[in-house]
């Protein structure tokens, strides 16, 4: 099993940034890929980005790439991901996610078995 732990939501005004940060416990290893997911309300899951927890690759969604950087910590078991540029369409409930199988790529939702509680991002205008 893998925990994981979100915190650094809040309010922002529109072009501001912010930083969420998700911690990992249990069986972490170098093969899970840790990713993160928004969802507001009324709409679907979406995928933001992910990162290979031993070799670094990245992959990100349309709508944040160029805006968001997600990065981890492996001495802390920890991912971040730098939200800068914020709109208020960034507005949604931001979720960790881990998997074991490789690859950062594999968007899907039901990819991914292990997730946190979510934070709330809340940008204004």
């Known amino acids: 099993q893998v925990q994981l732990v979100e915190s650094g939501g809040g309010l922002v005004q529109a072009g501001g940034s912010l930083r969420l940060s998700c911690a990992a416990s249990g069986r972490t290893s170098s093969s899970i890929t840790m990713g993160w997911f928004r969802q507001a309300p009324g709409k679907e899951r979406e995928f933001v980005a992910a990162?290979?927890?031993?070799?670094?690759?990245?992959f990100y969604g349309e709508s944040v790439k160029g805006r968001f950087t997600i990065s981890r910590d492996n001495a802390k078991n920890t991912v971040r991901l730098q939200m800068d540029s914020l709109k208020r369409e960034d507005t949604a409930l931001y979720f960790c996610a881990a998997k074991r199988a490789p690859g950062t790529t594999q968007t899907r939702v039901t990819m991914y078995p292990y997730w946190g509680q979510g934070t709330q991002v809340t940008v204004s205008s």
């Open positions: 990162i290979s927890w031993g070799g670094g690759g990245t």
